[in-house]
Every structure is written in C-alpha cells, then in structure tokens.
T-cell receptor, first 118, second 110 residues
C-alpha cells in the first residue's frame, strides 16, 4: 500500500494568485498523478508526473496553468496559476502501487486539496 | 479514447432493498476499481478487480468484472443508510492514470 500526505487540505485564494499543492508519498514511486474534481463532478486526470522528466498533460490542461514539479521519487507539487473562480475544485494526488511496471494493482489517493477562488 | 459510463447517476432507495450499479467501458482493460466518496472527503478504495470473472465482496457490497462485455457491476444487498455516498468506477489501461465514470450518487432512506 501507499500513504499519501497532501497539503494544504483546503485554501481560499484571491483570483489572479497562484497556489502550490504538495504531495508526499511514504514509498518511492515512478509516477504520480494529479486529478481535478470540480464541484459535483467526477475526477479528471490533469497530468502524470515522472521523476526526472517533464510532466505529461492530458488534453485541456497546459503546463503554464498547472506547472508540476517532481524532484524525487516520493514528492511532487502542482501549482494552480493565475487562478480564477473556475479553478475552484478539489485537487487530488494519486499513485499506483502493487505489482510491477504496467501491472500496477491499486491506485491510492491523497486526502485532496479543496480550493476556493474568490 | 477510453470512455467509462456509469449508471444510474442518481439512485434513491429504501433500506433493506437490493440494487446494482453498472459500469461500462469502451476499451479493453483488465483493471477496474470501485471507490466510495463521502461529501467533502477523498476517495475510499472499495474493490480492485484485476481479471475476467473477478468477484469480490465486502459486507453488503459485491463487485464483479466481465472483461469481454467490458462491464463491471457493484451490487448492494439489503441496503443500510450508512452506504449513502457517491460511488465511482474507474478503469486503468496501462498504469498511466485512471479514467473515471461520472459517479453514482446513492441515497438510502430509512
């Protein structure tokens, strides 16, 4: 299993500012994933963060808006830049563990960061 | 592009009744997850289904996977109020992130 600590758990931010969310895992993992859950909606994958390379972004998400760092195998950050009220969401960090390679057997999630932009 | 369709999206049921949530997906996969989410909380892992014909049970919940039909079901037996939550299925193709269904908002009334 994997235990994920995510900070902050919630924040209220002014529009136009940026917020950096931290994700710490208790074991080394190759890939870390960032998801967004807009109010009343499902989860959407933002990007995959690989250690030692640039993050891979899903359609509709760009690096300028959601820069990601992955300095080592247990830590990642997601920044929500130049925020607007539409960015109000829950942001979740996730890792896949168990098994090996592409045969990971379980996906674990952090407790999420509830962001409100005013 | 992988699509995951979950139905129903909203379900109101009485305690003691049985019901099934369905999860269809569009691309071959042998990994399917079910999660529970309470309001304001993160995701709680319920089941991981890793092969065709997999069936797992925990308390009043039972999940199954038919990879040939690209269908998973989450069956609720003799529902109790504590099971009220939103349930998500999610599919993993190649360990590069999950694609989620829209979720089933379940309300169980006394």
């Amino acid at each position: 299993s994997a235990v994920i600590s995510q900070k902050p758990s919630r924040d209220i931010c002014q529009r136009g500012t940026s917020l950096t969310i931290q994700c710490q895992v208790d074991s080394q993992v190759t890939m870390m994933f960032w998801y967004r859950q807009q109010p009343g909606q499902s989860l959407t994958l933002i990007a995959t963060a690989n250690q030692g390379s640039e993050a891979t972004y899903e359609s509709g998400f760009v690096i300028d808006k959601f820069p990601i760092s992955r300095p080592n195998l247990t830590f990642s950050t997601l920044t929500v830049s130049n925020m607007s009220p539409e960015d109000s969401s829950i942001y979740l960090c996730s890792v896949e563990a168990g098994g090996t390679g592409r045969f990971r057997t379980e996906a674990f999630f952090g407790q999420g960061t509830r962001l409100t932009v005013v | 592009e992988l699509k995951v369709e979950q139905n129903p999206l909203f379900l109101s049921m009485q305690e003691g009744k049985n019901y099934t949530i369905y999860c269809n997906y569009s691309t071959t996969s042998d990994r399917l997850y079910w999660y529970r989410q309470d309001p304001g909380k993160s995701l709680e892992s319920l089941f991981v289904l890793l092969s065709n014909g997999a069936v797992k049970q925990e308390g009043r919940l039972m999940a199954s996977l038919d990879t040939k039909a690209r269908l998973s079901t989450l069956h609720i037996t003799a529902a109790v109020h504590d099971l009220s939550a939103t349930y998500f299925c999610a599919v993993d193709i190649s360990a590069d992130g999950l694609t989620f269904g829209k979720g089933t908002h379940l309300i169980i009334q006394p």
